[in-house]
């Protein structure tokens, strides 16, 4: 059951095999560039830092992605959940706020955006803790 202890996502293969594998490869290459330099080692190098870097952008993609569907999602229940002038102003708070109210219960929402709003609770390590009736994100990337 997910909860604010075990809320953060690992991606196996992007975190635990990809990313090292691709670290202990640049640090291979810059090692045997510097032992035998030469332009070929160089290129080895490059492709290497390129590898990183299209793996880091990809993963960035793919939360900027989910960041927006979130965002759409939380609309479409803040109407459906919170009256009419509450659900608007919701609609106006900063991305890393609706992204952290999407754990709360609906039943907990109108207090906890209240809460938000009038400025009692503003980073979102604090709205999530301060959420009661965790409501689980397992399809987070």
Known sequence: MQNYQNHRRINVFHHLILA????LHL???IVRFFQEPGLD?????????????????????ALKLQDRLIRLEEQVRYARVLPEDLAFQAENMPLNQILALRFASDAE?????TGVLSGKTQKPDEIKRSVNNWRADELRV
């Open 20 to 23: 090292p594998l691709l670290i």
């Open 27 to 29: 640090i291979y290459t």
């Open 41 to 61: 080692r160089a290129e080895s190098v490059l492709v290497a830092l390129v590898l990183i870097g299209i793996l880091v952008v990809a993963r960035l993609y």
């Open 109 to 113: 929402l109108p207090a906890l955006v």
